[in-house]
Structure formats: structure tokens, C-alpha cells
């Protein structure tokens, strides 16, 4: 039974990743500063650490074959376009990601996968919305549009450079705006398809519902189930990327509130407010991996939206409940 560890395993991809490991029958330790909120731990072994600290990195790594590292300082573009969180951001990642490896090359793990982000892209590739550039080697001469950004190309150079002077296998995939159910749906961290599942939950029949932006700036959206998929693809192929992870099916943040609003059988009303938005236009280009691992993301958004809303519809049910219980 291979022993592996998922880094920020009480997150939202990290939840998803840990019950497809356990499903293949690996034995999975998970490391996060919290328990997973909106699911049961499966996971053989839960550490609650902090990564920063160096002596948590060395301590869950030993007897580890496999690390899965998802855990980072991170959220939607409330949290991470504003500014008001760079210094966090960028220290805290790093700090992650400069102790796993440290420590896994020394206990000998013998492969690392790292989540690197779609916000690594140039900002002067992405100011067309309806034509976004978003290849792999896209990525030079280097300019994201976040600290955030910034920080995750320099921790795929730090994985890149450990392969090549420690001998420890890497796999870089960057993320493309995941979601699902099980995921962050409020207080601020929460990404575009989860604030606007909550919003048009909580609005009645006809409401008005406030919007980021103008609508126009263009998205792709993969459903975690697939993000996982191609995870585990990556991590058994022989291609250290780094390699999109994301769908091809580019939509309008106006687009997405349509198809939430249709799904909950509501007629929504949009007011477009000032807020961060990130870059005007971004999708993914899977050539990359068709060509490396022979398949691509392909279920159609709508199937993922309808889980994703029911889910957090449910979840905001409740809390709607909790909160009247409480004021009686």
C-alpha cells in the first residue's frame, strides 16, 4: 500500500483528492490547519499543522512516498486582488512550499506534485476576452497579474530546481478556477461560481443580485471531479509539466449568473458593482495534455453548476436555519 501526503488536505481540492486516493486504496496522511468543514475525514492519518513551521514539514513527511501539495494562502478575487493580503499571500506560500521540499527531498520522498495556478499568465495575454493566450509557454517574460501569481511561478522554479539538484521526481499542473461542492461558499475566500451560486440562492424570484465588474470579463470553470482526474493522470505519467488543468469552454461572468439563475429556476437581475476582477480574459489550452497524457477535461459546466448550486443551496438551508434558531 503506497503512503502518501496531501498538503492542505482539510481544502477543498485536497477533501476530493484524499477520497480518490482512498477509493484507489492508498494509505493517505493529511496535513492543513484545520479539519475538512464540509466533509468527513477519510484520510488514515489528519495532522493538524502548520506548514510554515519547518518541523511540521520534516515530521509529515517521514515514511512518505507521494506528497500532494496543495496547501497555500489563497481565495477568490476578494482575498487576492485587492492588495490588502499580498505580504500574507506571498510569505505564507513560500514559506510552504520551501519547507516540503526541503523536507522531502531529505526524507526521500520520491515524488512531489505542486498546484500552480493559472495566475502565473501575463496580464498583456489576457486583456482581450474573448481571446485569451493562456499556452504553457506563454508564461515568459513574466508578468501576473497578482502577488499571488508571482508567488506561485517562483515556487514551480523552486520545485524544477530541487528536481534538477536533489533527484526527487516533480509534477507542476496549473489550476484553472476549480470548484465543486464541499468548498468555501461565503466570508469572502469563496471563488466566482460559489459567490454567485450563494447569491442567487438567497434571492427570491425577480431579485437583484450585485456583480463584480461588468459581466464581459471571460472565465473557464472545471469541476473538481476532473481536476482530480487529471491530478492523478499527471501524477502517474512520466511529464513533469507544468500543464493546464482546466476547461476549454470559456464562459461571461454574465454567461455564469444566466446559467446558476436557470438551474435555480429564478429570473435573476444583475447590478454590476466596482470589485476586484483579475484579468478581462482567461481559458485554458489543453493541447498541452492531449498530447502528454493522451486526454482532457471534458464534461460540460452545466453538469458541475447543477451539483455546485443544489450543494450550496443546501448548505446556505441550513445556515439560514441555524442563524433563525439562534435569534429566538
Known amino acids: 500500500m ?73 481565495g477568490g478575487a476578494g482575498y487576492l486582488f485587492t492588495g490588502e493580503n499580498d505580504a500574507a499571500v506571498m510569505h505564507n506560500s513560500a514559506a510552504i512550499n520551501l519547507n516540503i521540499l526541503d523536507a522531502g527531498a531529505r526524507a526521500g520522498v520520491r515524488k512531489l506534485f505542486y498546484s500552480s495556478s493559472a495566475c502565473v499568465y501575463p496580464q498583456r495575454n489576457q486583456r482581450d476576452p474573448n481571446n485569451p493566450k493562456c499556452s504553457e509557454d506563454s508564461v515568459y517574460p513574466a508578468d501576473p497579474d497578482s502577488e499571488y501569481g508571482w508567488e506561485k511561478l517562483f515556487s514551480e522554479r523552486l520545485y524544477f530546481a530541487y528536481e534538477r539538484n536533489c533527484g526527487v521526481e516533480v509534477r507542476v499542473a496549473r489550476f484553472h478556477n476549480i470548484f465543486g461542492p464541499e468548498g468555501t461558499w461565503t466570508g469572502g475566500r469563496e471563488k466566482a461560481p460559489a459567490a454567485i451560486c450563494r447569491k442567487v440562492c438567497a434571492a427570491a424570484d425577480g431579485d437583484e443580485i450585485e456583480v463584480w465588474g461588468d459581466g464581459r470579463q471571460t472565465r473557464s470553470f472545471l469541476y473538481v471531479d476532473e481536476c482530480v482526474e487529471c491530478v492523478r493522470r499527471l501524477m502517474e505519467s512520466s511529464f513533469s509539466g507544468p500543464v493546464n488543468i482546466g476547461s476549454e469552454t470559456m464562459v461571461t461572468i454574465e454567461e455564469l449568473v444566466r446559467m446558476v439563475s436557470d438551474i ?29 497524457l493522451g486526454w482532457a477535461p471534458s464534461d460540460p459546466l452545466r453538469t458541475g453548476l447543477e451539483v455546485t448550486y443544489h450543494w450550496i443551496a443546501g448548505a446556505w438551508a441550513k445556515a439560514s436555519q441555524g442563524v433563525v434558531r439562534t435569534s429566538v
Open 264 to 292: 435555480a429556476g429564478k429570473r435573476v437581475l444583475i447590478k454590476y458593482v466596482p470589485g476586484p476582477t483579475g484579468v478581462r480574459g482567461r481559458n485554458s489550452d489543453n493541447r498541452l495534455i492531449r498530447e502528454k
Open 2 to 74: 503506497k503512503k502518501v501526503l496531501v498538503a492542505g488536505g482539510g481544502g477543498f481540492i485536497g477533501g476530493h483528492l484524499i477520497k480518490r486516493l482512498k477509493r484507489e486504496g492508498q494509505w493517505v496522511r493529511s496535513v492543513d490547519l484545520k479539519h475538512n468543514e464540509f466533509s468527513a475525514e477519510v484520510a488514515d492519518e489528519c495532522v493538524i499543522g502548520d506548514l510554515r513551521d519547518p518541523a511540521i514539514a520534516r515530521s509529515v513527511v517521514e515514511g512518505i512516498e507521494d506528497v500532494y501539495q496543495l496547501a497555500a494562502d489563497m
